[in-house]
C-alpha cells in the first residue's frame, strides 16, 4: 500500500492526520497527504511524476473504500497538477503543486467559517430547523447563529445506523439550543411543524445534486412534497466529478449492499449495520439552495462552477 | 378502573384476552369485552343500559391510550348498540347485541383471511415487495402468496424504535422468502427498486386514509414521489369514525410527544422510544388502493362505506 517512488506511505500519513487533528476534514487531510508525496518524490521526467502522484491518489482512494470526500480532495488536487504540468518542467511543477497543495490547506479551515457566515442570514428567529445526522459545516452555521441572538429550535434526526443524530442534539443542548431527536421514520410526521431543512454534504456533484449520509434524499422528497425549502451546505473543496445516474451509480456502491437472504439464521443488525448503505444521492431538483463558500448557489451553479474548475 | 354497574373490570377482562391469544386483533378482543359488559350488567331501563355499556366503553378506551384500533371495535359495537336500542326494549336489546357482538367475534376471525384472498392477485412472480413494520394481514396474504408458489421478494423496513421490522423478516425467511432489512433512512435508497408497496392499518378513517405505525407516512411519500403503487390492508372492522386533519389530531397526540428540551443531561434513548410518535396519519391522496373483506377499495369507497355503515 505505499505509493511509488520510496518508503513513504501515503495512506498512514493520511491517518495519522485523521488521528491527530479530528477536526479536519477528509478532503484537506488527503491534499496534505499528496503534498508530502510530492515532496518525497524523485522523479526526473513530468510524465513519472505525474505518474506517481496519480498512483498515490489511486492507492488513497482504495484505502478510504472510495470515500467520496476524499475523491474530492484527491481529484482538486490532481486538477491542479494538470493545469501546472502544461507550462513547466518537473522542478517548476513541483514547487508550484506543493505551494498550490499548502495554500489550499491553509484557506480551508476558513471555508467552513465562509459557508456558515453566508448560510447564518436563512436561519431567523423563532424558526423550528430539521437538521439530518451531524454535520461539521452545520454546527458552524448554527454556532454562528447562537452568537449572533437568534433563537431557533431544532429537531434533529436519530440517523441510524451509527446514531450521529444524537451527537448534533448533544452539541446543540451545550449551546443552549432547544432541540429534540426524531426517528428516522418520523420525518413525515414533523414535517408540517419545521421551517426549513438543513443538510450538509459528503460531496456535491456535477448535476448540482449531493451525496450524503442515507436518509437525505428521503429527507429531500418529504420536504418537497410539503413544500419546505431544503438548504444543503457544502465548502466548495466537496464539489467532486461525478454525475451519478441513480443510486446505484455511486462509488461507494457494492453488489452485496442489501443483497436479500433466503436461508439459515441471519443477524439482522448485522444487515443493518454492515450492508446497508451508509450514503445516498439526492438529485438537484430536490435541493432549494446550496451554501458555498462561494457563494449562495442553485443547484445548476454548481454545475457551471464545477464545468469551470475543470475546464480551466 | 371498574365498569359501572357490577364488580366486572372490563380492563382487566380485555388484558386477559390478549394475554391468552396474542394473535387476537384488539377491535375483537374490545368487542368481546363490551359483549361481556353486557352480559353482566343489570339495568332496568334503555337509557340506564346505554350509559353502562358507553362508559365501559370509554373506561376501556382511556385504557388502551385512546388505541385507534380498540376503539374502532368499541365505535362499531356502540353503533350496533344505537340501532338496536330504537325499536326493543331492554332485555330484547340485550339478548339481540350478545347475539350481534358474539357473531362478530366469529366471524372476525374470517376477515383477515378475506383480505389475503382479495389482495393476493395483486402479488406476481418475480415482484419486489417493500413492507413496513410487522403486521399480520401483511403476513397472511405474503404467506398465501407462498402458497400459491409465486416466487417474489421482500424489502422490511427496520421500523425502529421498537424494530418490529425484524419480526416480519424472521417470519418471511421461515416461509422460504428472500428477504432483507432496510433501515427507516434507506426507502428512498431502496425505493427505485420496489415495485410495490404493502402496508397494514391501525385504523382507516373516514377521509379514506389511514393511521398507522410511525414511517408508513413517509413512506407513502416516498412511493408517491417514485410513481409506485401504495397499497393498504385491512380489515373492515378497523374502520374508524376519524376524521383527522393533520398528524397532530389523532387521539394518540399528545402535547409532550417531541417536545424540544433545552437543558440539563438529556436521556436521548428514551426521548426515542417514548417520545416519539407511535403512530402517523397518512393521507387518501397517498394510497393507491385498500385491500379489505369487503373488497377493493379506492380511498373514496371507503368514506362511501363508512358513511353507510354509521347512516344505518
Redesign the interface.
Given at each position: 500500500m505505499t505509493a511509488q517512488g520510496g518508503a513513504f506511505d501515503v495512506v498512514e500519513y493520511y491517518h495519522d492526520l485523521v488521528a491527530k487533528d479530528p477536526s479536519i476534514s477528509m478532503p484537506v487531510a488527503a491534499v496534505s497527504s499528496l503534498v508530502k508525496v510530492v515532496e518525497q518524490q524523485r522523479a526526473t521526467t513530468m510524465s513519472e511524476f505525474m505518474k506517481i502522484v496519480r498512483a498515490a491518489s489511486e492507492v488513497l482512494k482504495e484505502a478510504t473504500h472510495r470515500s467520496i470526500s476524499v475523491s474530492a480532495g484527491c481529484d482538486v488536487f490532481l486538477q491542479q497538477m494538470a493545469r501546472l504540468s502544461h507550462a513547466q518542467g518537473v522542478e517548476e511543477c513541483r514547487d508550484a503543486l506543493i505551494s498550490a497543495g499548502n495554500n489550499f490547506v491553509m484557506t480551508a479551515g476558513q471555508c467552513r467559517d465562509q459557508v456558515a457566515e453566508i448560510g447564518s442570514p436563512f436561519v431567523r428567529d423563532d424558526q423550528t430547523i430539521l437538521i439530518h445526522s451531524y454535520s461539521r459545516v452545520i454546527m458552524g452555521l448554527l454556532h454562528r447563529a447562537v452568537k449572533q441572538n437568534k433563537r431557533f429550535?431544532v429537531?434533529v434526526?436519530?440517523?441510524?445506523?451509527d446514531k450521529s443524530g444524537?451527537r448534533a442534539?448533544?452539541e446543540l443542548?451545550k449551546l443552549?439550543?432547544?432541540?429534540?431527536?426524531?426517528?428516522?421514520?418520523?420525518?413525515?410526521?414533523?414535517m408540517?411543524k419545521v421551517d426549513l431543512v438543513l443538510v450538509g454534504a459528503e460531496g456535491v456533484v456535477e448535476s448540482g445534486g449531493l451525496i450524503n449520509k442515507?436518509?437525505t434524499?428521503?429527507l429531500a422528497?418529504?420536504a418537497?412534497?410539503a413544500k419546505k425549502p431544503f438548504y444543503a451546505l457544502a465548502e466548495s473543496y466537496k464539489f467532486v466529478r461525478l454525475y451519478p445516474l441513480?443510486?446505484?451509480d455511486l462509488p461507494t456502491y457494492r453488489s452485496d449492499l442489501?443483497?436479500?437472504?433466503?436461508?439459515?439464521n441471519?443477524d439482522?443488525q448485522t444487515?443493518?449495520q454492515e450492508?446497508?448503505?451508509t450514503l445516498?444521492y439526492t438529485p438537484p431538483e430536490y435541493i432549494t439552495l446550496l451554501f458555498t463558500d462561494l457563494g449562495v448557489m442553485t443547484p445548476s451553479g454548481v454545475s457551471d462552477e464545477l464545468i469551470k474548475f475543470y475546464l480551466d
Open positions: 429550535r429537531y434526526t436519530e440517523s441510524r445506523p444524537l442534539a448533544d443542548l443552549g439550543v432547544p432541540c429534540e431527536v426524531v426517528l428516522d421514520a418520523a420525518v413525515g410526521y414533523i408540517e442515507v436518509g434524499y428521503q422528497i418529504i418537497k412534497a441513480s443510486q446505484y442489501l443483497a436479500f437472504k433466503d436461508s439459515g441471519v439482522w444487515e443493518l450492508n446497508n448503505p445516498d
